[in-house]
């Protein structure tokens, strides 16, 4: 029998969840794992009745799907993808289509898509994300590369894909790697959204010391308002969260040295090459490096002095939350201006021609960046003369004018108190660096100048000038 709709290939905790949910919206799945083992194990769990059948061998599976063959690749990003293209290629025929489930690098998805395109196979870049829930209920889905292979696949990801005010949270975005640049970008900004939230929690922690139970009633009671989003959500729950029989949240007994897989430092390594800031973005990279470097700091606790510990906890809880909320609304909207900056810019370098509207509202639900701002970014791009950066946009304008003060007040407390706040410090200064009609590049130029010749150009004057600065 040649009759499944798609094929997927990779049983990882996101693969079969991505199998179920596309099962339960009526398609036809093969499924195949290098490891036979995990097929077996995969098959035995699931209810006989779903769509689903597994495959032995590559040739099985291949032959087992309905022409134009659909293969979705939920494999390691990297080698293990490159592998299976390798073995899939001379299976394929002209037409078939796959897709890239994983987060490969935008550039190896060039290449595989140029690979496959001599084949006359199509090669989708298919950001996912929402994470195993997502995978299982509803993701938020970035597809890239040849349109007419998006629509051979459009109708299961729509029907899989999670939804915001009754549209799916899937569109494609562009051609190329367009689909894998925007999931980079996405999670570049989930980066520095972590990042804030885990700043606001330790000048709780560390500065108001308080018990994270109650820090985590905060974030609770945040997400019922204007910081409503997953991020924040989560948050409350992880901070609430004690294991049975225990006397302690679990969150005090995780260790503090964060792990990562390399879409946000991709993102700020190509932000970077195309010369667009994203400082709030790249601080939380280098946030999470400093945390590894755990030995080593806790050495320096040791000799390297601060201010005066708090010896008790601020008098006014109250305002100090309602400053929080501010300043972490502030950074995430400095978070998403840096995101959507850079991808307008990658557009227009990469001939993605992406239409930013559509992204923030594929943003709105399913993924991991999903926050009730993402409305409001959405009607920004969708004016008829959408601002080159959120922040002036006339929605956001007002929204910072009402919070900065309190947003300066809590990166002038953190830094009384010696707590570091890379993101929420970054963000303010990145507001305050696009607010400044003169910056003091003009020392740099002249810097320049003096020691190298490179020359600079004048107010008062057109060209490019020298100065005889050791002229007395
Ligand atoms: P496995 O179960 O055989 O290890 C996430 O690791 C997924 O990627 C798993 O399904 C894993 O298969 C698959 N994977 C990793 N490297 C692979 C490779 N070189 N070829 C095929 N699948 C691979």
Not at 57 to 75: G, H, S, W, Y
Not at 252 to 258: G, K, P, T, V, W
Not at 362 to 367: D, K, L, S, V
Request: proline letters at 6%.
């Amino acid at each position: 029998m040649s009759n499944s709709q798609i094929g997927i290939y990779g049983l990882a905790v996101m693969g079969q969840n991505l199998v179920l949910n596309i099962a339960d919206q009526g398609f036809a799945v093969t499924v195949y794992n290098r490891t036979e083992s995990k097929t077996r194990q995969f098959m035995e769990t699931i209810n006989a009745e779903k769509p689903i059948d597994a495959a032995y061998t590559l040739e099985e599976f291949i032959n087992r799907l309905a022409k134009p063959r659909r293969v979705l690749l939920m494999v390691k990003a990297g080698k293990a993808v490159e592998a299976v293209i390798e073995q899939l290629a001379p299976l394929l025929e002209a037409d078939d289509i796959v897709l890239d489930g994983g987060n490969s690098h935008y550039k190896q998805t060039e290449q595989h898509a140029e690979r496959l395109a001599a084949h006359g196979i199509a090669y989708l870049g298919l950001g996912i994300s929402g994470g195993e829930a997502g995978a299982r209920h509803g993701p938020s889905l970035m597809p890239g590369g040849p349109p007419e292979a998006y629509s051979a696949v459009q109708p299961i990801l729509e029907a899989i894909a999670a939804e915001a005010q009754g549209e799916p949270c899937v569109a494609w975005l562009g051609p190329g790697s367009a689909g894998h640049y925007v999931k980079m970008v996405h999670n570049g900004i989930e980066y520095a959204m972590m990042q804030a939230i885990a700043e606001v929690y330790d000048l709780l922690k560390r500065g108001a010391q308080l018990p994270a139970e109650q820090i985590g009633s905060w974030f609770e009671q945040w997400n019922q308002g204007v910081l409503a989003s997953f991020l924040v959500e989560i948050t409350g729950h992880i901070l609430q969260y004690r294991e049975a029989g225990s006397s302690q949240p679990l969150i005090d007994l995780i260790a503090d040295r964060a792990k990562q897989k390399g879409t946000g430092k991709w993102t700020s390594q190509d932000a970077l090459d195309l010369g667009v800031p994203v400082p709030t973005l790249s601080a939380a990279v280098e946030a999470r490096l400093l945390s590894a470097f755990k030995p080593e700091r806790k050495r320096a606790a040791t000799l390297l002095q601060g201010p005066a510990p708090v010896s008790h906890p601020p008098a006014d809880l109250k305002r100090l939350a309602q400053n929080l909320e501010d300043a972490l609304l502030a950074t995430f909207v400095c978070a998403y201006a840096q995101g959507f900056s850079l991808l307008r810019f990658a557009s227009a370098e990469y001939d993605y021609n992406l239409n930013l509207a559509t992204v923030a509202s594929i943003w709105r639900n399913g993924c991991i960046i999903r926050s009730d701002l993402l409305e409001a970014i959405r009607q920004t791009f969708a004016s008829p003369h959408p601002p080159a950066n959120l922040l002036t946009a006339p929605y956001f304008v007002r929204l910072l004018a009402d919070r900065q003060v309190a947003w300066r007040a809590v990166v002038q407390q953190a830094v009384q108190m010696g707590v570091p706040t890379p993101a929420l410090g970054s963000a303010l200064a990145y507001y305050d660096g696009y607010r400044s009609a003169r910056l003091p590049a003009n020392l740099i130029q002249a810097q320049r100048d003096y020691f190298g010749a490179h020359t600079y150009e004048r107010l008062n004057e057109i060209g490019q000038f020298h100065a005889d600065w050791q002229a007395k």
